[in-house]
Structures are given as structure tokens and as C-alpha cells.
């Protein structure tokens, strides 16, 4: 899909893993970008990619009346991945979501505001039936609940703006920060840790497909409603539930070996143990682990794994990238 030529495009999260990649996307498409950073290296960083920036901060709202004004399409994929506290959670992903969507229903004519969400906002699945957006959510992180949080503020708003909500699972491609470094060591080794006992599947989706289906959802989704939590609410995925079993073994192929590595189980009260150290040794170097308790929490649920069939029917979204090449395309990098 190719995105309307000239149209003008607001942006939140454009310096972040999924952001970078969408900016360069609707740049080479010929649309004109504008992106929130705070950073005077960020805007260096958004400007050689020809996106202009504007300086700004979705906790404080600086920034955000000039961000969304005269724009045709609002993207917004900023927000916290991890925090110590509840606070530091609650006041970027809810409160500057809903800082952002009143800007943008201030607007004399609202254009569409699509929210990069997550899975973990739904919660986790069962074993053989992946959520489905007419599910009720139920987060059991931390911050799956700001980002549930973030969701219920925009569909307050409903009715003063079109709002579209796009949840993807675990996303991996170029410039991934978190799930293939953390994994791709493990399997070089050959030997790989799982957290628990027992099989556990996870929906996985490639960057680009992601993309493809926030610039989907701005153009043609449904719209949130007060009424009806479910419509507008879009799951996306490569359509496959993977076991970490399989990941490990597609790693390793990737990497050009004939066997998976060994996997090998951990109990989930030493994860979270684990978790708890690694969090303290953060603190004393001034940072937040990547594994942390509230990841822990996550960890304890054995699928994270939801149905892309409503993306399917209502955005025409289809997965381009399989497990294997993205994979493939991204080591031979």
C-alpha cells in the first residue's frame, strides 16, 4: 500500500524502533512528515531522514498543538516500554495519549489518530485460541495496563475524533532492540533458557508488516467507539503461533546451523528472582533492565498469541515477511 502522495503525516515515537522504520517508509512515499523529540541530537537524527521536527514532550504537552496542526494523519507510537513505578507509566502512556488525542479533537477538522498499542494492553491468551479483539482485556503487567489505560482515554474521546487502535505482539527487524539481542546470544551458545515449564506460544510480527498496518488502519480502519469497545481495535500478527522451541530452532538456521539449540526450562520463581536482582543492580548503574519484574509478570503466562483475522477482513492486511526470511534478512545484514 502506498500512502496518499503530499499527505501530512504528525508523528510521536519517531526516534524509536518502529517509529525510525515508518518515518523512512512514508518519507520515500513521497508524504511529508512531522515528528514530537525532545532531544536537540534527535532532531538532528529526524531531520537527515527529511522528517521536520518539533520540539516537544508528551508528559508536559509542549510541543503537541504545533505537532498536530494542519496535519492529515496522526500516528502515535510514543510512550514508556518500562518503569520503575506505576507513575512514571501512567504519566506518558495515559496521560500524554490522552494529552495528544485532546490536541488533536481540538482541531477545527480531527484528523485520524492511530495508537500503537500492544498485546500485552489485551493480556494473555489461551492455549489454541489466540485473543480476539472482542475479548476482554485483561493486562497483567504494569504496563500492559497504561497501554490499556492509554486506549480507554482516546475512546473517551470518540466522539469529538476518529481514533483507530493497532496492537501488535512481539515485533522483530532491523534495528530490534530488545527480542532477537536477547535471544541471538542464547542460541549461538546452543544452549537457550526458557522461563517456565511446559510448551508456551507467542504471535510474532515483522516491522515492516507493522507499518503496513498503522499507515492501513489511518487510511481505512474503523474507529473507536464509546458504545462498542471492540470496534476499531485491530490485533495483528504474521498470522502463525510460534513456540520458543520453534524460534530457537529458526534462529539457528538463520545463523546457518543444522541444529536447534537445547533448550532448557527455568522455574518461574527464579526468573522472577532474577528479574528482582537485575533490577537492583539497574539502579546503581542508572538504568532499567530489559528484564524486570513487570516482565517477569509477563513471563509467568505461557501465550501471548492473538488472532489477526480482523486486520485481515477490515484493513486488507496481509503479512508480507515470514518468520524465516525476516530472519534470514536480518543476520545477513
Known amino acids: 500500500m502506498t500512502t496518499p502522495a503530499h499527505a501530512r503525516f504528525a508523528i510521536t515515537g519517531a526516534t524509536g524502533f518502529i517509529g525510525r522504520r515508518l518515518c523512512r517508509r512514508i518519507v520515500a512515499d513521497g508524504g511529508e512528515l512531522v515528528a514530537l523529540v525532545r532531544k536537540a541530537s534527535a532532531h538532528r ?36 516500554v518500562k518503569s520503575r513505578t506505576d507513575e512514571g507509566f501512567r504519566r506518558c502512556n495515559e496521560e500524554g495519549t490522552r494529552r495528544l488525542a485532546e490536541e488533536v479533537a481540538a482541531s477545527a477538522s480531527p484528523p485520524p489518530l492511530v495508537v500503537c498499542s500492544s498485546l500485552a494492553a489485551a493480556g494473555p491468551a489461551r492455549e489454541g485460541r489466540p485473543r480476539r479483539e472482542e475479548d476482554p482485556p485483561r493486562p497483567v503487567s504494569r504496563y500492559g495496563r497504561s497501554k490499556l489505560a492509554a486506549e480507554e482515554a482516546v475512546r473517551a ?31 549461538r551458545t546452543g544452549v537457550v533458557l526458557k522461563a517456565g515449564f511446559g510448551p508456551r506460544g507467542y504471535s510474532l510480527v515483522h516491522v515492516d508488516d507493522v507499518c503496513e498496518a498503522l499507515l492501513a488502519a489511518a487510511l481505512r480502519g474503523r474507529r473507536l467507539s464509546a458504545e462498542r469497545p471492540a470496534d476499531g481495535v485491530y490485533s495483528v500478527s504474521d498470522g502463525t503461533t510460534h513456540t520458543w522451541e520453534d524460534l530457537c530452532a529458526a534462529l539457528a538456521r538463520a545463523l546457518g546451523r543444522r541444529r536447534g539449540p537445547l533448550v532448557l526450562p527455568v522455574p518461574l520463581a527464579l526468573v522472577g528472582a532474577v528479574a528482582g536482582g537485575a533490577e537492583l543492580v539497574g539502579r546503581v548503574r542508572g538504568v532499567h533492565p530489559p528484564l524486570n519484574r513487570d516482565k517477569a509478570v509477563e513471563l509467568r503466562s505461557a501465550w501471548w498469541t492473538c488472532s489477526m483475522e480482523r486486520a485481515r477482513r477490515e484493513l486488507g492486511f496481509v503479512p508480507a515477511v515470514r518468520l524465516e526470511e525476516g530472519l534470514a534478512e536480518l543476520l545477513a545484514r
Open 157 to 187: 474521546l470518540s466522539d469529538r475524533l476518529p481514533a483507530t487502535v493497532v496492537r501488535p505482539p512481539i515485533v522483530y527487524g532491523p534495528g530490534d532492540p530488545a527480542f532477537l539481542p536477547s535471544l541471538l546470544p542464547m542460541v
Open 45 to 80: 537524527v529526524v531531520a537527515a531522514a527529511g522528517v521536520r521536527p518539533v520540539t516537544g514532550d508528551l508528559v508536559t504537552g509542549e510541543g503537541l498543538r504545533e505537532l498536530v496542526r494542519g496535519a492529515d494523519y496522526v500516528l502515535h507510537l510514543g510512550g514508556l
